[in-house]
C-alpha cells in the first residue's frame, strides 16, 4: 500500500525547504559544532529536540539511565514560556516553538523523573495553546492534525493530566481526532486523515493513523504492551461520542488491512520512485501492539528485523528509537537482538555514554558505547504525538479494546 507521510515535523520542513527528497537517501553532513549533550551528528535545526526526547525515552523505556549531559541538554532546550522549539543553538536564540517538539520532551522528562518544573510549565503552554476543535497543530494557532493532537496528548496523559477532561469550547482532544476519521461506511473505513484537504474532504494517511491510534489511547510515542485484543470483523462506529477506544480499534484495524500483504508501508514523495516507509511501519508496530493487535504485529516486525539495518544507520538515533518502541511492545521482539542488531548499544552509541544500564548484557558493562564515536546521520517521527518523529538528507525524521489496561 503506499501513503504519503504527513507528519507536522515533515511538512513544515518541506515548506522551509521548497521540496522533498527521497526518504532513504546518503546521510546528511554533520554540522560543523554540535552540543556534546545531543544524540546524532546531522544538523539538529529541524528536529534536534525531537530525536533527542525520542532517544532518551527509548533509553528509558530498556532499562538505560540517560547520561547527564543528554538530559541537561533537553532541558536546556526549553524556552521561557515552557514551550521547545525544534532547537536552539544558545539559550538567547529566538523561540520558534512547535508542539510536536514539546510535547515530545515532557514525553521524555516526565519518564525520567526529576523534572517536575519544567514539565508543569510545558504542560501549561501546551493547554495555553489547544485550538477550539480541541486538538493541536504544529505551531500554536494552526490547524489541529492527528500528529500534534496525539503526541500532545501523550505527554500530557504521562504528566498525569485527565484528558478527556480538557476541553475547549466543550470538545476534548478525542474529539478533534474521532473529527479526523474517515467514516465506516466508506473507503479506508477507521483510517485517520493528517488533515482535512482544502474541500474538507479526509484521505486516509497511515502516519497519522498510527499516531491517532496511540493518542486515543493516551500513550506515548513508545505505547505499551498489551494482552491480545481480538481484531474486530470490520470497522464499528462507536457507540457514543465519547467512545475513543472503538475509534481507535478502528484505526489499528486499518494498519492491519494495510500491512497484511506485504509487511510493510510504502512512502510516495513527489518526484521520488515509492519505496519502504520504515518509520511508518514501525509506528504502525507500536500502534497495533498498543491496541492488542499483536499477531497482526507480527509480520511487520519481522520485515523490520529483516530490512532496517540500513535504514536506521542512515537515520541515526530517532530511527533506532522507533525500533526501539516497536520491539519492545510487540511480542516476540527482542531490543538486543533485532535481526541480529543490538538496537540500545546502537542508540547508545550515538551519543553520549549512557549513566549506567539495568539489566542489559550486551551493550557494555558500563553502558560505555558499542563502537567508536558517533553513528552518522540522525533524520528521524511521533508523535506523537507525540509521536513516531522523512525529509531524507535533510531531516527525513523530523516526525474490542475496552479490556485496556489503561484507560484515560
Known sequence: MTVIRHSAVALAAIA???????????????????????????DPTYDGVWRQSLALLAQRTVGVEPADAAVSWLAGQQCGDGA?????????????????????AVQALAEIGGHDGPVT??????????????????????????NSTSVVIGALARAG???????????????????LALPCDGPDAGAFAYQPDKKGKLAANADATAA???????ETVAGSRQDDTQAPAGCANPDSDSDHLAAAGNGAGWL????????????????????????????????????????????????????????????????????????????????HDFGGLDLVAKLNAT????????????????????SGGKDDGSIGVAWTVGGGLLVGAVIGFALMLRGRRRQR
Open 212 to 218: 491517532a491510534v496511540l493518542g486515543l489511547l493516551g
Open 351 to 370: 551519543g553520549p555514554a549512557p549513566a549506567g544500564v539495568d539489566g542489559n548484557p550486551t551493550a557494555g558493562p558500563d553502558g560505555t558505547k558499542a
Open 256 to 335: 492491519a488491512k494495510a500491512l497484511a500483504k506485504s509487511g510493510h508501508l510504502t512512502t510516495a514523495l513527489p518526484g521520488a520512485k515509492p519505496q519502504p516507509d520504515y518509520g511508518n511501519t514501525a509506528d504502525a508496530v507500536v500502534a497495533l501492539s498498543t491496541a492488542g493487535f499483536n499477531s497482526q504485529a507480527a509480520k511487520p516486525l519481522h520485515w523490520l528485523e529483516s530490512h532496517a539495518a540500513d535504514w536506521a544507520a542512515q537515520a541515526g538515533p530517532g530511527a533506532y528509537a522507533q525500533l526501539i518502541f516497536a520491539a519492545s511492545v510487540a511480542q516476540g521482539g527482542d531490543v
Open 161 to 179: 493530566v485527565t484528558v478527556p477532561n480538557l476541553r475547549k469550547d466543550g470538545k476534548s482532544p478525542y474529539d478533534a481526532l474521532r473529527g
Open 121 to 146: 510549565k510545558a504542560v501549561t503552554w501546551l493547554k495555553s495553546v489547544q485550538n477550539k476543535d480541541g486538538g493541536w497543530g504544529f505551531t500554536a494557532g494552526g490547524a489541529s492534525d492527528a
Open 16 to 42: 522551509v525547504l521548497g521540496g522533498a527528497t527521497p526518504a532513504v537517501a546518503a546521510s546528511p553532513s554533520p554540522a560543523a559544532s554540535l552540543p556534546a549533550g545531543l544524540y546524532g551528528t546531522s
Open 84 to 104: 521547545f522549539a525544534a532547537y536552539r543553538a544558545t539559550a538567547g536564540a529566538p523561540c520558534k516553538a512547535d508542539t510536536n517538539s514539546t510535547a515530545a
